[in-house]
T-cell receptor, first 113, second 112 residues
Framework: EAQVTQNPRYLITVTGKKLTVTCSQN?????MSWYRQDPGLGLRQIYY???????DKGDVPEGYKVSRKEKRNFPLILESPSPNQTSLYFC????????????FGEGSRLTVL | SQKIEQNSEALNIQEGKTATLTCNYT??????LQWYRQDPGRGPVFLLL?????KEKRKERLKVTFDTTLKQSLFHITASQPADSATYLC???????????FGTGTRLTVIP
């Protein structure tokens, strides 16, 4: 079964405590992306990756890092989380180079106190 | 700057009627446009894609139109059902980047 798996699904943390949200896909897709979703602002892209070792900033990259060492994994790193990073985060994948659909994970709800 | 607007934040409609959702964009020349459905607490799910050279696309009770002159897409659900209640998102690629950019969504409620 085609899957995009995110962990953790829910997390409450405190300001400044580094955390990583993992994303793994089993579809062999080149393209992976992270979005955050906030009320009234919709889905906003944080970072994306067109392939292994290739990453680029989206619209709201400040305060986030990513890495793409393997095709299937694309972790999102918050080095020093702040309350304004409280949000619902989605990882998504697709085949690069085609106008194909995005496959989304189930989301990770993060609260930073 | 580039902008995508979906007509309203919320739309209520009676069961059996046709729901029409609007997606307008400015300062874009997208090669294609996509529509997604999102249920509360879940990830968006792809519904339909329409390319710039297509006027209309259909899938079961869903119909999408794409007018590049008006810079607008319309998303129709005919014979709407309570199970169609969800948030619907339009998304466009950033020209040449193959990178999707989403609207804020319209929350549709179909009233029995």
């Amino acid at each position: 079964e085609a899957q995009v798996t995110q962990n953790p699904r829910y997390l409450i943390t405190v300001t400044g405590k580094k955390l990583t949200v993992t994303c793994s896909q089993n579809m062999n897709h080149e393209y992976m992306s992270w979005y955050r979703q906030d009320p009234g602002l919709g889905l906003r892209q944080i970072y994306y990756s067109m392939n292994v070792e290739v990453t680029d900033k989206g619209d709201v990259p400040e305060g986030y890092k990513v890495s793409r060492k393997e095709k299937r994994n694309f972790p999102l790193i918050l080095e020093s989380p702040s309350p304004n990073q409280t949000s619902l985060y989605f990882c998504a994948t697709r085949t690069w180079g085609e106008a194909g659909e995005l496959f989304f994970g189930e989301g990770s709800r993060l609260t930073v106190l | 700057s580039q902008k995508i607007e979906q007509n309203s934040e919320a739309l209520n409609i009676q069961e059996g009627k046709t729901a029409t959702l609007t997606c307008n964009y400015t300062n874009y020349s997208p090669a294609y446009l996509q529509w997604y459905r999102q249920d509360p607490g879940r990830g968006p799910v792809f519904l339909l894609l329409i390319r710039e050279n297509e006027k209309e696309k259909r899938k079961e009770r869903l119909k999408v139109t794409f007018d590049t002159t008006l810079k607008q897409s319309l998303f129709h659900i005919t014979a709407s059902q309570p199970a169609d209640s969800a948030t619907y998102l339009c998304a466009l690629d950033k020209t040449g980047a193959n990178n999707l950019f989403f609207g804020t969504g319209t929350r549709l409620t179909v009233i029995p």
